[in-house]
């Protein structure tokens, strides 16, 4: 179980949750933040994270920070009291963002994943709810946790080898099923796609096509239209084009997992070839040796004739 791929994207307008542990609060320009007062150096440490994460996002997702609306930050020093008051089923979850007040909730003790990485994500998030207001729904989830993963991780190195080891097995996960929701037992690989997907945009469309993507949104509501202003392709498109540089990328891997699933009765037939030919040239060498007794053995008893 990967603890970086389970963030938990909450689409819901909610209330205000209560937080026995985070009895302390603190304003920066940009944030309330909310945290347990035994620790209230961790709280400035995540203050300056989410401050210095938010102007870095705000510039590429085309975002104008309001210091007028804080974004409420809830950080938790221990992952367990994270999950208590969170009331998380999943214990591996590490930061939630919801949406209406956009509010942010992370395991800030860096047990499973960085501070920085839950803040980046999460934060992503309240961004990209900031920007669509009304039309959030229209952006897909996989496009909500590929631009968030994409923000947050710099080295997909993971990502990258779960989708390869997909690919290679013929398993991936088709991004028009990954929508509305994620497979609970393949979420791993669904926000591994996700984060791929982004970064084929990027790499392909250029590093300020999220900003467009979400600009257009913001306009129309229409995530096909808005794909289209900002690469030029509908959704249809990308997602082949998406796919086909995925297959492209990993058909060598494929090939070499499909040798190598034949490897072990392919060297079974090299053995009983090598035993074989083996074989005959003992069987030869015999018969040379039998051919040169028989010689040597002529030999001399044409040698003695005539003494008979």
Request: one cysteine or more.
């Amino acid at each position: 179980m990967q603890f970086c791929w389970l963030f938990f994207l909450l689409l819901f307008i909610s209330g205000s949750a209560s937080a026995t542990v985070l009895t302390a609060t603190m304003t920066t320009t940009y944030f309330t933040v909310h945290y347990d007062p035994k620790d209230p150096y961790l709280a400035e440490s995540a203050a300056q994270v989410a401050s210095d994460e938010l102007l870095r996002l705000a510039k590429d997702l085309g975002y104008e920070p309001e210091p007028q609306r804080r974004i409420p930050l809830m950080v938790y020093r221990t992952h367990h009291s994270f999950i208590k008051e969170g009331g998380h089923k999943d214990r591996y979850v590490v930061g939630t963002a919801h949406t209406g007040d956009e509010r942010i909730s992370v395991d800030a003790s860096g047990a499973f994943v960085t501070m920085k990485t839950v803040i980046s994500h999460e934060l992503t998030h309240a961004v990209v709810f900031r920007i669509l207001g009304r039309h959030v729904d229209a952006l897909p989830l996989w496009m909500h946790e590929g631009l968030a993963k994409y923000q947050s991780e710099p080295y997909p190195d993971a990502d990258d080898a779960l989708v390869a080891q997909a690919a290679a097995d013929g398993t991936l996960i088709a991004l028009a099923d990954l929508k509305k929701r994620f497979p609970g037992k393949r979420s791993d690989l669904a926000y591994a796609e996700s984060s791929s997907a982004v970064r084929y945009m990027v790499h392909k469309y250029g590093s300020s096509a999220p900003k467009r993507l979400l600009a257009e949104i913001a306009k129309s509501g229409s995530f096909d239209k808005a794909l289209f202003e900002a690469t030029g392709v509908v959704e249809k498109e990308f997602v082949s084009q998406w796919a086909g540089s995925i297959s492209k990328r990993y058909r060598l891997l494929r090939t070499w997992r499909i040798l190598s699933a034949l490897g072990g009765s392919t060297m079974a037939i090299l053995a009983i070839i090598a035993f074989i030919i083996r074989r005959k040239r003992m069987a030869r060498a015999a018969r040379e040796w039998e051919w040169e007794e028989f010689e040597d053995s002529m030999s001399r008893q044409l040698r003695d004739w005539p003494h008979r």
